[in-house]
């Protein structure tokens, strides 16, 4: 597999054209569209689309991290769509939901409510630059037509809320744009689209769809059979564990505890001591997943930075870094943006579209001998013991 390595977002958009392999594994892929639709447009699945970028342009996969962001090469965030063409080359398509602000948006209308969906896109993608060290974005857009698929490049933009202009106000939705892209969104699903086009600079590649693509899986099967190993799953409690950064017993961000350590009575605290709770659950269920309380391990931030960490306090409940403060100043001053002393609050967390952090065990152990994992945000979907990873 040939690898491409870009330095920049320049360099991928001189050079995204000459991958020849992800564009035969993309009509490969596509070939197989009987399998799910009879339609003559071929079908990819978004997934499918996210890890044949991530694999042939030797990308990190960042789709299950709940950001606003599916892949990086380098310090570029992309987010990576696939969708139906339509006649004039163009699709309006899902890039947020905000479910979870519906209450901060009721009433809203007009410039009002525009600026405000403004202003939470902006802070998801702020947010993601934070966390991963994003300095430059890009859409890499799957575009599909009957017989053919349609590759292409757009920017990746913040929406500039001081040149928004409503178009149209109603009952089910707004649209508005803001000289650079065009926006709608739906008031009952609380989801923003944007309207995608197709750029000057495109490849099409020629879609043949199979007409029986069984057929031709189950001898592909059976000549190969020997050498096909089984796919291995990703296991909850070995793999990895969901730690939810609120209170599982009340469900509610805890003031003087976890993310708001540093407002703990008793001794003077550092204004970045925090630490990730553990709920008793996880080593009740998952006693092995990580070390013996106070015993370091290496833990590798979404923006590649690693930090010595343990599992401290009474029962374990506690997952901190060493210094302490590490964490903290990752967490609540560059990735949340708060100003010192000051909580952190369920708005957040909606805000930014996440409420807890999966640890990954690397199942390896670094120079020193201790065990690696690695952390990035997501959400809980009401549920940390139901999360499933996708």
Wanted: aromatic share 12%.
């Amino acid at each position: 597999m040939p690898e491409h390595h870009f330095r920049n977002l320049k360099d991928f958009l001189t050079g995204w054209k000459d991958n020849q392999k992800y564009f035969d594994m993309l009509q490969l892929m596509a070939q197989l569209s009987r399998l799910f639709s009879e339609n003559d447009v071929p079908y990819l699945d978004y997934r499918l689309a996210e890890n044949l970028f991530c694999r042939y342009y030797s990308a990190i996969n960042d789709a299950r991290s709940c950001t606003a962001y599916d892949a990086r090469i380098e310090s570029v965030g992309i987010g990576i769509k696939t969708f139906i063409l339509n006649k004039n080359n163009a699709s309006t398509e899902k890039i947020a939901e905000f479910n979870k602000l519906k209450t901060e948006l009721a009433g809203l209308k007009g410039k009002d409510l525009a600026r405000r969906l403004g202003d939470f896109r902006n802070d998801r993608m702020s947010f993601a630059n934070n966390a991963f060290d994003v300095k430059e974005t890009q859409y890499h857009i799957v575009g599909r037509r009957e017989g053919l698929l349609r590759v292409f490049n757009c920017p990746y933009e913040e929406i500039d809320v001081e040149r928004i202009h409503v178009e149209k106000d109603d009952a089910t939705s707004i649209l508005f744009e803001d000289e650079r892209n065009s926006y709608a969104f739906n008031k009952s699903k609380s989801v923003l689209m944007k309207s995608f086009e197709v750029s000057g600079d495109y490849k099409d590649i020629a879609v043949d769809i199979v007409d029986e693509p069984l057929v031709l899986l189950e001898e592909f099967f059976q000549q190969y059979n020997s050498r096909i190993e089984e796919t291995k799953k990703f296991i909850k409690g070995i793999d990895y564990v969901v730690l939810p950064l609120y209170s599982v017993r009340t469900g509610r961000v805890p003031d003087k505890s976890g993310l708001n350590q540093w407002n703990a009575s008793g001794r003077k605290r550092d204004e970045d001591e925090v630490y990730i709770p553990i709920p008793i659950a996880i080593h009740r269920n998952y006693p092995q997943f990580f070390p013996d309380r106070d015993t370091p391990f290496s833990l590798q931030l979404p923006d590649g930075k690693v930090l010595s960490a343990k599992v401290c306090s009474d029962n374990g409940k506690a997952l901190m870094s060493n210094p302490n403060k590490e964490l903290g100043r990752w967490l609540l001053r560059k990735v949340l943006k708060k100003e010192p002393r000051t909580l952190v609050s369920w708005e957040d967390f909606n805000r930014y579209g996440f409420d807890s952090v999966c640890v990954e065990n690397l199942h390896r152990t670094n120079s020193n001998g201790e065990r690696e994992y690695k952390i990035y945000f997501t959400a809980s979907a009401g549920g940390y013991s139901d999360f499933i990873r996708v």
